[in-house]
C-alpha cells in the first residue's frame, strides 16, 4: 500500500469516526432535560414539596405498626430508596390510602414529575458517573446501595449536623462491619408526635443484625450524639462519620447539579 493510499484511508477512518461521536453526542444531547446529568427541581416550592414528602414518608415507616411496612424496606438504602420514590408520587386519593398516609393529605406533591414519569423513568439514582461527553439512561437504575446513593447521588453540607435540614441524610462508614455504608434520614420535628419537647429526629434502618432481619428505629437527635457507641455519634471528631449530605435532586441551580463530583470511596 503507498503513502498515498495510507493518507486515503486514515482520512476515511477519521471521518468515520467523527461521524459516529457526532451521532452518539446528538442521542445523548437528544435524551430529556435531567438525563445528562439528575433529576433536579427548579423550584423552591418543589424542593420543599419534596422533602416534606420524603420526611414524612420516612418516619411514618418507623411508627407505623411492623407488619405494615413494606417489605421491600430491608435496610438504610432500602428505606432512602423506598422514601425517595414514593416522595416523587402524585399523591391522590389513592395512595394516601394504600400508604396511610391520609393525615398528610394536605401536603402539596412535587409538581415538575409524578414517578415513574421522570427523564430516566423508573430508574431513578444514578449508579455510574458520567462519561465525557454525558450519560445514556444505562447510568441509573432503580436500585442503589448505600455506597451508591452516597457517591453519586448527594453532595456534602458539613460535618456539623446543626447544619442540616429536614429530609438531608447522614452517612457513615463504619469500617469494621460487613457492610460498611450506612446512612439515616434526618427528619426535623416530627409529623407523627405531639411532643415538641422531642426536637429533632433522626430516623434509620438497621439493616440485618445476627439472624435477625433487623428494624426502623426513630431517635431524637440527642439520643443520637449521646449514643452509647462513639463510632455511631454524628460529631465531627467521630471518624467514621462521613457528614451530613443532601439529595442532588435538591441542589438549587442546575449547573452546580451538572458540575457535581462524585466522592470517592
Known amino acids: ?3 498515498m493510499t495510507t493518507r486515503s484511508v486514515y482520512r476515511a477512518c477519521v471521518l468515520v469516526l467523527c461521524g459516529t461521536l457526532a451521532c452518539f453526542a446528538a442521542a445523548v444531547s437528544a435524551l430529556p432535560d435531567g438525563a445528562s446529568g439528575f433529576l433536579h427541581l427548579d423550584s423552591a416550592a ?5 422533602r416534606e414528602w420524603f420526611t414524612g414518608i420516612a418516619e411514618y415507616q418507623a411508627v407505623r405498626p411492623e407488619q405494615n411496612v413494606p ?4 435496610d438504610c438504602a432500602a428505606l432512602l430508596r ?4 414514593e416522595a416523587l408520587q402524585r399523591h391522590n386519593a389513592a395512595w ?3 400508604n396511610g398516609l391520609e393525615s ?3 401536603l402539596p406533591s412535587v409538581k415538575k414529575y ?3 414519569r421522570t427523564p430516566v423513568g423508573a430508574r431513578l439514582f444514578r449508579i455510574a458517573p458520567p462519561g465525557p461527553i454525558g450519560d445514556d439512561k444505562s447510568s441509573f437504575a432503580e436500585f442503589a446501595d448505600a455506597k451508591t446513593l452516597w457517591r453519586f447521588n448527594t453532595y456534602l453540607v458539613s460535618r456539623d449536623v446543626r ?3 429536614p429530609g438531608d441524610l447522614l452517612f457513615y462508614r463504619q469500617l469494621a462491619q460487613n457492610s460498611p455504608y450506612h446512612s439515616m434520614i434526618f427528619i426535623g420535628p416530627s409529623r407523627f408526635s405531639g411532643s415538641a419537647e422531642e426536637g429533632s429526629i433522626v430516623v434509620y434502618h438497621t439493616g440485618p443484625v445476627g439472624t435477625s432481619a433487623g428494624e426502623i428505629r426513630r431517635v431524637t437527635l440527642q439520643q443520637l450524639l449521646q449514643h452509647p457507641s462513639p463510632r455511631w455519634r454524628a460529631v465531627p471528631g467521630d471518624s467514621n462519620f462521613l457528614g451530613v449530605y443532601r439529595w442532588n435532586i435538591l441542589r438549587e441551580t442546575e449547573q452546580c447539579a451538572r458540575n457535581h463530583v462524585p466522592h470517592h470511596g
Open 114 to 116: 409524578a414517578y415513574p
Open 96 to 98: 394516601l390510602a394504600q
Open 163 to 165: 447544619l442540616a435540614r
Open 104 to 106: 398528610l393529605a394536605a
Open 46 to 50: 418543589d424542593r420543599e414539596a419534596f
Open 1 to 3: 500500500m503507498n503513502s
Open 82 to 85: 423506598f422514601a425517595y420514590r
Open 71 to 74: 417489605a421491600e424496606i430491608k
